[in-house]
């Protein structure tokens, strides 16, 4: 899997769209977009909502995802679970449209700053975010330990949305 | 280096703390926190700053920083690039506190809510967020971009605070 990952990202990857990587002090003070792919292609990426800051989800970008990102100013990222290019939203209609995308020191993950389409939903579970539970600090029991919800009720019905299309979570 | 990660983190695992992952039920709606660790052994975290709902930075955990983090309220992660369990704020006292700890749908990555100690800063550069530059959102010119800073200077000196200490950014 992870090898088909890799030759597919490299199939699609656009080198000119961004800086080679030539020093630390290029790569952490410098204006040059030097975005760091890792074995697989590659890059993590936080998406937080604009208007509340809750961060949504977490996923991944190759290449090709990371700059129709900037092109669009629509989130892409790269599907790990379906091992494709995502616009998020293409099914549900629940889209991200990207008010500011910021890189981190080391520019090897992706901070997105989103207004959602519709619902403002962005989890396939049916919630607003992806993190809808919480484990509590401070438990020295170690463990197990019994997780906490933050949402009431889903925002939409996933068989409605996705119908039987394959769950991404993978065990 | 990723097996020598491996080796290291299935030597501290502690696996009765977590939950096997049985099915996705389980997994997406239910109470049992069941985290996915990668290859390496690692699950992705993001890190916000509790106040200000800042991104501050994303890092990585091993089971051992997982649970350290859970019982003592204070982050730990997985140094990708000194190899070794790390307490934020071990050198520069600039610690985390976590006031809370989320899971995502599938439990692949973790969000922490912090305050930081003394200047609030949590980035190795010496800026506050690790987040300090943004890309350009609606460039169609297929690139380079030119990066874009959003704080004006560091909180601190990294020589004074880190001294000869390896930088942890690598190319």
């Known amino acids: 899997m992870a090898l088909i990952n890799r030759l597919n990202n490299m199939g699609t990857k656009r080198s000119s769209a961004f800086a080679a990587r030539l020093s630390v002090e290029q790569v952490e003070e410098g204006q040059d977009f030097a975005p760091k792919f890792d074995v697989d292609g590659l890059i993590a990426c936080v998406t937080t909502d604009a208007d509340t800051s809750d961060v949504l989800m977490v996923g991944y970008m190759n290449a090709e995802a990371l700059q129709r990102t900037i092109e669009t100013g629509e989130a892409h990222y790269w599907s790990r679970s379906r091992q494709c290019l995502w616009l998020k939203g293409a099914t549900s209609g629940l889209?991200?449209?990207?008010?500011?995308?910021?890189?981190?020191?080391?520019?090897?993950?992706?901070?997105?700053?989103?207004?959602?389409?519709?619902?403002?939903?962005?989890?396939?579970?049916?919630?607003?975010?992806?993190?809808?539970?919480?484990?509590?600090?401070?438990?020295?029991?170690?463990?197990?330990?019994?997780?906490?919800?933050?949402?009431?009720?889903?925002?939409?019905?996933?068989?409605?949305?996705?119908?039987?299309?394959?769950?991404?979570?993978?065990?």
């Open 95 to 171: 889209t991200q449209a990207v008010v500011e995308l910021r890189i981190d020191d080391d520019q090897d993950a992706v901070w997105l700053r989103v207004n959602v389409a519709g619902s403002g939903a962005s989890c396939h579970v049916g919630y607003r975010s992806c993190f809808y539970r919480s484990v509590p600090v401070g438990d020295t029991s170690g463990g197990p330990y019994a997780l906490v919800y933050h949402e009431d009720s889903k925002t939409f019905d996933p068989i409605q949305v996705y119908g039987d299309a394959p769950n991404p979570t993978q065990l």
